[in-house]
């Protein structure tokens, strides 16, 4: 009837602006009509917003296909409020800076994401948070947020650092009795105690003097009144320049990380291993020249010398790291020579054979080879002859190879571990025996 919204509205105007009781019949009829036709307008907007459902976050209508596409969620509230899955991931999406956890997450959703009619339930719980972002996408933010908190952790060091090197902090050396810089020349240890560097560097060094099996348990702190063992990253740092010195201790550190290991688990699968290999390197230099695996065999085999240049010596490599067993792993290639060698104590690799049959080969051809190796400290397996080395610990072996248990002083065998444990006590006189 009234085809533009406007000739509804004059109408309307024109009867409220003027009398009532004066209007004549036809603009009296027209006002009727107009009010009828404005009152079912406004009936059918009411029916549709009772009829619809609009979503708790962008309040847009949820439509059918909607619920037919599985594109909504149903949220945790008494009141059944819905939101569009879309909407849900924009605003998980608007707080992926702060993605410490799914948790922390859910707490935000819930702070912006509230019931109007009272009710405290949360809304949103991780589940929803699950479905509409995918597993990797979890993890991808996660990774995010814990990489940006370690830049803005290290970004506060940095000026920690910066404004600790600003400060001057005194001190008097517990040693030489001056005061001193701490940041300038000074060195707190893990123990507490403050000392000049260069009076604690000659401190260590005269304890390593005195010390020449490098125990570094036998390393303690100079002020007598603690007299704690020196941690070893403390030790490692004040002789940073002594590179020979540094190396040393580190290999020893390894050897007695690995047996304190074994006496805490002694069935664990971990193996020291030691390099076999060698490299050159000219006199007054620390610079690794790597010599080509073949000519190394070739001096065992005694067929040819390592050729040398003037000023060159060649240094036995002896790198030691411990190998964990279980890994199976038989080839290994040594990160300092570069020398690549079998992890069953085999002094190379052995394409084509057994470990037992390569030990074989090499005694055969090489008449010295068995006394050199059981010098160095190496034993071969009585039963496959597989080549051992017990670096500390029982004398009590397990062959690697075929798992019989034999004495490692007179290479009794016993396919049970009790009996080599009676035959060192009755024959040794006990399992740590060295003779």
């Keep these: 009837m009234y085809q533009q919204q406007f000739q509804l509205e004059d109408i309307l105007s024109n009867v409220f602006k003027g009398n009532f009781l004066e209007l004549n019949e036809l603009v009296y009829l027209q006002s009727i009509d107009a009010i009828s036709f ?51 991931r924009e605003q998980i999406l608007q707080n992926k800076d702060k993605f410490e956890s799914l948790e922390k997450v859910e707490q935000l959703l819930n702070e912006c994401i509230q019931c109007d009619q009272g009710c405290a339930s949360n809304l949103v719980n991780i589940q929803m948070i699950r479905q509409a972002l995918s597993t990797k996408e979890v993890q991808m933010y996660q990774f995010e947020y814990f990489e940006a908190q370690q830049q803005k952790e290290k970004k506060y060091q940095q000026i920690l650092e910066l404004e600790k090197q600003n400060q001057v902090i005194e001190f ?36 390593l003097k005195e010390n020449i099996n490098l125990e570094l348990e036998n390393i303690f702190c100079p002020n007598g009144d603690c007299k704690k063992v020196l941690d070893f990253d403390d030790i490692t740092f004040i002789l940073q320049e002594d590179k020979e010195m540094i190396e040393k201790l580190e290999q020893k550190n390894i050897k007695s990380m690995f047996e304190r290991m074994k006496r805490e688990n002694p069935n664990s699968m971990e193996e020291l ?76 690799t052995h394409d084509g054979f057994s470990c037992e049959n390569y030990q074989k ?19 071969f397996c009585p039963n496959c002859s597989i080549l051992t080395q017990r670096t500390g610990g029982c004398n009590r072996i397990i062959c690697t190879n075929c798992k019989i248990s034999y004495c490692y002083l007179c290479y009794f065998s016993a396919k049970t571990e009790s009996e080599v444990y009676g035959h060192l006590n009755k024959v040794h006189g006990g399992y740590f025996t060295n003779a």
């Design 361 to 379: 080969w090499k005694m055969e051809n090489n008449k010295d080879y068995r006394k050199e190796l059981e010098a160095q400290g190496f034993k």
């Design 172 to 207: 008097q050396c517990a040693i030489c009795l001056e005061e001193i810089d701490l940041n300038q020349n000074g060195y707190i240890l893990k123990c507490g105690c403050k000392f000049c560097r260069s009076c604690l560097k000659d401190s260590i060094q005269n304890s």
């Design 273 to 348: 291993i030691v390099c076999p290999g060698k490299y050159k390197i000219q006199k007054g230099s620390e610079k690794v020249i790597y010599i080509p695996k073949e000519q190394i065999e070739k001096q065992r085999q005694g067929s040819a010398n390592i050729p040398l240049e003037d000023n060159e010596i060649i240094v036995d490599c002896n790198f030691t790291f411990i190998q964990d067993r279980s890994e199976k792993k038989l080839r290994h290639k040594c990160t300092k020579c570069k020398y690549e060698f079998c992890l069953n104590n085999c002094d190379s």
């Design 38 to 88: 404005l009152c079912k307008q406004k009936a059918k907007v009411k029916l549709n917003q009772l009829t619809s459902v609009l979503c708790k976050i962008c309040h847009n209508m949820i439509k059918k296909d909607d619920y037919q596409q599985n594109q909504i969620f149903k949220l945790n509230c008494q009141c059944c409020f819905f939101c569009h899955h879309a909407c849900l």
